[in-house]
């Protein structure tokens, strides 16, 4: 399995901005396809973005246009930027890692949006 590493959640006001942060055990990173999931209390975890091994990106009807996913494989890190955050943005954000035969998950971020 990898080991994640989530870093960057906190609290923020609506129309405001964090970038989350997940590094990854020494693999090769450049290999796997990164996601980011969320999940907020009382409703199931749901993909927030995804960008694959040849760098393509994939978002979530409600994020698109305000967060992007990207990924620095010389620093085996991924991030998502997120922006004009809503209030129903919050949740726990988890990053995972995934190829064949392996899908890992880091422990989460807290993203509060709140005035």
């Known amino acids: 399995q990898v080991q994640l590493v989530e870093s960057g959640g906190g609290l923020v006001q609506p129309g405001g901005s964090l970038r989350l942060s997940c590094a990854a055990s020494?693999?090769?990173?450049?290999?796997?396809?990164m996601a980011w999931y969320r999940q907020a209390p009382g409703k199931q975890r749901e993909l927030v973005a995804l960008?694959?091994?040849?760098?393509?990106?994939n978002y979530a009807d409600s994020v698109k246009g305000r967060f992007t996913i990207s990924r620095d494989n010389a620093l085996n890190t991924v991030y998502l930027q997120m922006s004009s955050l809503k209030t129903e943005d919050t949740a726990v954000y988890y990053c995972n890692a995934r190829t064949p035969g392996i899908d890992s998950w880091g422990q989460g971020t807290q993203v509060t949006v709140s005035s």
């Open positions: 960008i694959t091994n040849g760098g393509r990106t």
């Open positions: 020494a693999i090769i990173f450049r290999l796997y396809a």
